[in-house]
């Protein structure tokens, strides 16, 4: 059903792909949006090794989570910011693309989990996470994509 990579000696091993999902604080979600055209938004995420989601959070209504509702198939890109061998101009980026289905989480135990996690991403301030999660997280929607078929690649810019 998923296509093989192409350019296939540049293939990351999955665990590669995993790291990159890992390490990265953003990436694109698209999704089948209005009209059937494409809707690509950029989006933060925690990656949970525990169980391979990946996990989201959102405003509880508008064009996303009506895509969502429509068609539960996305694709989620996200890549790395690259870096150069020495002596070298261009650029060496990974990117990781996971093909899946998305869902809303309604636990809210699960959401607390899955905020708590997405601000110690960014941050390691406890007074910011406690406030977070008493005034945003009641209206946040989170959402968990599970992964369905996961590739990576290396690219050289040259």
């Keep these: 059903m998923f296509r093989k ?17 890992r390490q990265q604080n953003r990436g694109v979600l698209s999704l089948l949006g209005d009209g059937g055209y ?5 989006m933060n995420h925690w990656y949970s090794e525990e169980d391979g989601t990946i996990y989201f959070h959102s405003a509880k209504e508008g064009h996303k989570l009506d895509a969502i509702k429509a068609c539960d198939k ?19 980026i ?11 989480v309604t636990d809210e135990a699960k959401a607390r989990e899955i905020g ?21 997280l009641p209206r946040v929607q989170c959402l968990a994509l599970v992964p369905e078929h996961i590739t990576g690649k290396l690219v050289n810019e040259s």
Excluded at 38 to 42: D, E, L, Q, V
Excluded at 80 to 89: C, S
């Design 116 to 136: 708590t996690a997405l601000v110690r991403k960014f941050t390691d301030d406890e007074a910011y996470l406690e406030k977070e999660l008493k005034h945003a």
């Design 5 to 21: 990579m192409r350019r296939f000696k540049q293939q990351l091993e999955e665990e590669e792909c995993r790291e990159v999902l």
């Design 38 to 42: 494409p809707y690509g938004i950029p």
């Design 94 to 104: 990974r990117s990781v693309v996971v093909f899946g289905r998305i869902s809303l």
């Design 74 to 92: 996305v694709s989620f890109c996200v890549y790395d910011e690259g870096w150069r061998k020495p002596g070298e101009w261009a650029l060496n």
